[in-house]
């Protein structure tokens, strides 16, 4: 189960770099299609509010790669760093 | 299991009177308040349409502009601001002072935006101090749900914990089931004449709504006056082991930040996208896709989240016996999977084309008014179908009849409305009924699962966050991101049910592979 863990991290990390792509590829498309305020707004606060969550997702496909899933804390006595 | 019979329960598990007493009131303390927050957030959300014609005129786009700043910027950005804000302050002063502050803040807010002179009155002071108030609500809003939670669970017994902390899980729903029922009662309310009533409502109506809320906070808030700081909390304060810096300790620490990320993606995104597909996304699929009358899709849902709801402490309760994990992750799944047959049946129940109109029950009525200080003149065409199974459909076309008899008006308004008969009625009842049942499954135990992921000293930080993220942005775009879906892939009806599919799937996949079942029994370390 630790083996998949840790191989699952690859989607993730790969995961964050594709979600941004095709979330700024679609709001360009749209923008460009509706130049309105309105639309520019919207997509504005999908970019930002989206990109952040992306990289969340790539440290949490490098956690998982490097085995820090393999096992969670069960008390704060385990929380150390 | 209703209220009192679980308090019953508790009785028959021999727990002493006055324990059963002082857990009666904490839950009722939190989850009054907690229930008056959402209420207070959702009323404006219930009420967009008619705050934007009081406040955001189309016309201007300025005032446009704030209008899509107020949805979008209080709902989603500001709600995790919130959560970073009190959370932190939650873990430096305690529980009880920071969700009093919260309850204040946000009845307060709520309050003065039905006292708001509109923008006829005081021009574009009006959007702007609103816009203020708004993202004071959903401020407000992200503090609220961790310390009320937080807080429960800090005085429920190890075993019991699932259960206990259920009753806060009601609070969103019966928040939107209270301010869709005050907002329906108050709308038929104003005037014998119905027609008259919507319309002096729409004038100055829907601001009692707003106003009311004022009464509800100031219970709410002596009733939290009365309470004690959380005891686990109350401990670490008097041995002086509380966290100096409650956000460097929850996001800058990778032990903690791992666990911060892992509530985000294998929990609360999956979480946040199956209540707001089962409760938002289904009302306005019904209302906007399905064309039902704007009240039936408005008791659909009444009447579904009042069926619903005890199903999360059903589930709470649940998950104290068997483990948080499996039945989140059962919630997500069957969403996944189901989803689009659910909502594949709304939509051919209120479908004209499997249903056979009684053609000699058709009625067309025109009426002409003149259009002040102009020759021309305003028609309003309004034609009912019947159906064989009772489905009253009504079309008004409205358009302008110029004086110059070349003139045509290009694209006419046209406003479809169908009013079902019981069986269908019910039906859609039933529909929403099941997928609220999925939002219970994956909404019921997650605060006990949230509490127990984290340490008290930095546990109203780090659990607010991953909820108000995966809660207030995927499941607070869900809507928004589905009617985009629907324009920008036309063919399909039912395309805007990816987004929630995708992410709800995500989640459950991270969910199998990296959460663990184990109830953590100890919270006090």
Same mark, same amino acid.
């Given at each position: ?17 594709? #979600? ?47 085995? !820090? ?13 | ?32 308040? +907690? ?28 005032? #446009? ?8 910027? &209080? ?5 995790? =601001?919130?959560? *970073? ?6 873990? *430096? ?30 021009? /574009? ?38 259960? =206990? ?6 609070? &969103?729903?019966?928040?939107? =089931? ?21 319309? @002096? ?46 956000? @460097? ?8 930040? @791992? ?5 985000? /993606?294998? $929990? ?74 659910? /909502? ?7 479908? !004209?084309?499997?249903?056979? !109109? ?37 079309? +008004? ?22 009013? *079902? ?30 509490? !127990? ?28 991101? $589905? ?43």
């Amino acid at each position: 189960m630790n083996a998949l863990k840790r191989i699952a991290g690859i989607l993730w990390i790969i995961a964050g770099p594709l #979600a941004i792509y095709y979330l700024a590829r679609t709001a360009i498309s749209e923008i460009n299609k509706k130049p309105v305020i309105d639309t520019k707004i919207q997509w504005a606060v999908f970019v930002i509010v989206f990109i952040p969550i992306a990289i969340g997702i790539i440290i949490f496909g490098f956690y998982a790669i490097k085995g !820090e899933y393999d096992h969670l804390p069960g008390s704060s006595a385990e929380i150390t760093d | 299991m209703k209220f009192g019979s679980c308090f019953l329960y508790l009785k028959s598990m021999n727990q002493p009177a006055n324990e059963v007493q002082s857990i009666r009131k904490i839950i009722t303390a939190s989850s009054v308040g +907690t229930l008056i927050e959402w209420y207070d957030f959702y009323i404006f959300g219930s009420l967009a349409t008619v705050i934007a014609s009081q406040f955001f005129p189309k016309t201007n786009p300025t005032a #446009a502009l704030l209008s899509t700043l107020a949805t979008f910027a &209080a709902g989603f950005i500001v709600r995790p =601001f919130g959560a *970073l804000v009190f959370g932190r302050l939650g873990d *430096l002063i305690g529980r009880k002072y920071t969700f009093l502050l919260t309850l204040i803040i946000m009845g307060s807010s709520t309050f003065a935006i039905g006292l708001v002179p509109g923008y006829q009155t005081i021009g /574009f002071a009006a959007p702007i101090i609103v816009l203020i108030l708004r993202l004071l609500q959903g401020l407000a809003l992200g503090g609220e749900y961790g310390g009320a939670a937080t807080y429960v669970a800090e005085h429920a017994p190890p075993n019991r914990r699932g259960f =206990f902390t259920s009753w806060i899980q009601t609070t &969103a729903t019966l928040g939107l =089931f209270l301010s869709l029922g005050i907002i329906l009662i108050t709308r038929h309310s104003l005037d014998a004449d119905r027609v008259k009533s919507i319309a @002096k409502f729409n004038e100055w109506g829907w601001r009692i709504p707003f106003l009311v809320s004022i009464f509800l906070v100031i219970v709410s808030v002596y009733i939290r006056l009365r309470m004690k700081e959380s005891p686990l909390y109350a401990k670490l304060k008097t041995e002086g082991k509380t966290s100096a810096n409650p956000l @460097k300790e929850s996001f800058m620490r990778r032990s903690n930040l @791992k666990m911060v990320l892992l509530a985000l /993606f294998g $929990a609360t995104m999956g979480q946040g996208v199956v209540w707001y597909t089962g409760q938002f996304y289904a009302q306005s699929f019904i209302e906007n896709i399905c064309k039902v009358d704007f009240e039936q899709s408005r008791t659909i849902l009444i009447w579904a989240i009042l069926f619903a709801t005890p199903f999360f402490v059903v589930f709470g309760n649940w998950s104290d016996k068997i483990g948080r994990k499996w039945i989140m992750l059962t919630g997500m799944l069957l969403a996944v999977i189901t989803y689009r047959p659910l /909502f594949g049946k709304l939509f051919s129940i209120a479908d !004209e084309k499997n249903k056979t !109109e009684v053609l000699d029950k058709k009625q067309i009525n025109t009426a002409i008014k003149p259009i002040v200080s102009s020759e021309n003149s305003l028609r309003t065409i309004g034609t009912k179908h019947l159906y064989d199974d009772g489905t009253l459909v009504t079309e +008004t076309k409205t358009d302008t009849v110029y004086a110059d008899a070349g003139k045509t008006t290009l694209k006419p308004d046209i406003k479809v409305s169908k009013l *079902l008969p019981g069986k269908n009625y019910w039906l859609m009842v039933a529909i929403v009924f099941v997928m609220i049942l999925y939002v219970t499954m994956v909404y019921g135990p997650i605060a006990a699962f949230l509490v !127990e992921l984290f340490p008290t000293k930095i546990r109203y930080t780090s659990m607010s966050l991953p909820y108000h993220i995966g809660n207030g942005i995927f499941g607070g775009l869900t809507p928004f991101i $589905a009617l985009l879906l629907t324009t920008i892939y036309t063919g399909d009806k039912l395309i805007g049910l990816y987004y929630s599919m995708i992410v709800a799937g995500l989640c459950f996949l991270i969910g199998v592979l990296y959460l663990r079942n184990t109830i953590d029994r100890d919270v006090n370390d």
